[in-house]
């Protein structure tokens, strides 16, 4: 039982619902002072579905002699890379908002830094729980403390989940929320 309660949350919380949900809840508070509707569809698609097509990608292109699972993370990887990108770009060019470009750039930015932890430096830091709580701090810091108590709250039970699972150890899960936090507390620097 507590393994399929754990696999639930792993499902809702995966990085692509967060982020669609991120964009749809902003998009509905702040309006066109977030994103225009063609703005909003364009980031959909280079946030969500970009790099949501990894997994079917990985099924269609197995390579023999290697693991499954570590294709379908390099796969993940790249199209979370090109989608990041392409969702910066589209923002730059369209002259998001300040608000948008924050997130976009913070999103960038996690591919990055997580790509040359787990390629350049081999510590495996979880992208899962980087891309979760970026969403989350960006609620707090837009919405407050209504949205820490929820946010709080998911993290605690992506983190039980990840370990139940075996996903990710204690580290790789926490190494990810570190990295989250500290481009977060950069962005607002910056920004």
Not at 5 to 34: D, Q, S, W
Not at 46 to 51: D, R
Not at 72 to 96: D, E, K, P, T
Not at 169 to 183: C, K, N, P, W
Request: proline share 3%; glycine share 4%; charged share 15%.
């Amino acid at each position: 039982m507590k393994d399929t309660i754990a696999k639930a949350i792993r499902t809702a919380t995966v990085p692509p619902i967060l982020a669609i949900a991120m964009l749809l809840i902003f998009r509905f508070a702040y309006g066109n002072e977030f994103a225009t509707i063609p703005v909003l569809i364009l980031e959909i698609l280079f946030l969500v579905i970009v790099p949501v097509s990894a997994y079917p990608l990985s099924n269609l292109k197995k390579e023999e002699g290697k693991n499954a699972r570590e294709q379908q993370r390099r796969l993940a990887f790249i199209m979370n890379f090109s989608g990041y990108a392409f969702a910066l770009l589209v923002g730059i060019i369209n002259r998001c908002s300040q608000m948008l470009r924050i997130i976009l750039t913070g999103y960038f930015i996690a591919v990055v830094v997580l790509t040359v932890i787990n390629k350049v430096f081999k510590i495996r830091a979880s992208g899962h729980a980087c891309s979760c709580v970026l969403p989350y701090l960006f609620f707090c810091y837009w919405f407050g403390m209504k949205a820490a108590i929820i946010c709080v709250l998911l993290y605690l039970a992506e983190f039980w989940a990840s370990i139940r699972l075996k996903r990710h150890t204690v580290q790789e899960f926490l190494l990810g929320s570190v990295v989250a936090v500290i481009i977060f507390f950069l962005l607002i620097l910056i920004f």
